[in-house]
């Protein structure tokens, strides 16, 4: 699991995987930890979130020192069709990667509780066929995927972004949500935050709205961790995905 930002930790998605039975292990390139070379030791691969923007700035330099590493690890694991997940600026790196186009989008900042819509190629997909059609997510994102990569299967949209989630090949998916939050990540955020400030957003009733909203979130989510798990483990039922073996438990990919 690769954390791109001390405020956006694994939280409640480490809990819901420890519950599934994955083990997790957690590099911090933020602090100078090293990325992996390869994924050859790990059963799945997950990027979270963070305040870089996942496109080079104006002059050519990425958005933290580490994202072509990020962005090559995320290459190998959609070739070797390694279960991967991209949170927030994870899935726009995911996009990146892989031809995908992120921008600073032109509808403006998403803050806070909303609903996506689920589109209908989720009916046959691993985790989405069992995600209703309107879930709960968290938002907190300025930048969106304006264009997915090429062969990128769209699994959820909303009316200002429209690439909500998507997936690549037949184990890798990005999300532009937050699934992980718990209330005291947000109110962290919320605290002393410009763009609440800008956007003229009382960051007590962010928080309060978020808090309300997390037990609907809880509720979908959880499964789909859950099932993304199993998947990792080979012991998703699904017939229509490759067993990637049972072996050995291995850790979720974080180095």
């Not at 957690?26 to 390869?38: D, T």
Request: hydrophobic share 45%; aromatic share 8%; with cysteine.
């Amino acid at each position: 699991m690769v954390e791109n930002d001390p405020t956006d930790d694994l939280r409640r998605l480490g809990d819901w995987f420890a519950e599934a039975g994955l083990a997790v292990s957690v590099v911090r390139p933020h602090l100078g930890e090293p990325l992996p070379e390869s994924l050859d030791d790990y059963v799945a691969f997950v990027v979270l979130g963070g305040e870089q923007d996942a496109y080079p700035n104006a002059a050519g330099q990425p958005g933290a020192p580490w994202f072509p590493a990020v962005e090559a690890l995320l290459r190998k694991a959609v070739r070797h069709r390694v279960p991967t997940l991209g949170v927030c600026l994870g899935g726009q790196l995911l996009a990146a990667a892989h031809g995908g186009v992120v921008e600073r989008s032109t509808a403006g900042p998403e803050i806070g509780p909303a609903l996506v819509g689920r589109r209908d190629a989720a009916d046959t997909d691993p985790l989405f066929r069992y995600v209703p059609l309107l879930p709960d997510v968290i938002q907190w994102h300025t930048d969106e995927i304006t264009e997915l990569p090429r062969g990128a299967v769209l699994l959820a949209a909303s009316t200002r972004y429209p690439h909500q989630a998507f997936r690549l090949g037949d184990r890798a998916w990005g999300v532009q949500f937050h699934i992980e939050c718990d209330a005291a990540m947000i109110a962290d955020w919320a605290t002393d935050s410009t763009l609440l400030a800008e956007l003229g957003y009382d960051p007590e009733v962010v928080v309060a709205a978020t808090a309300e909203v997390l037990p609907d979130v809880e509720e979908v989510w959880q499964p789909f961790a859950a099932r993304f798990a199993a998947l990792a483990q080979g012991t998703l039922p699904d017939a229509d995905i490759a067993n990637p073996g049972t072996g050995p438990t291995l850790p979720l990919l974080g180095r």
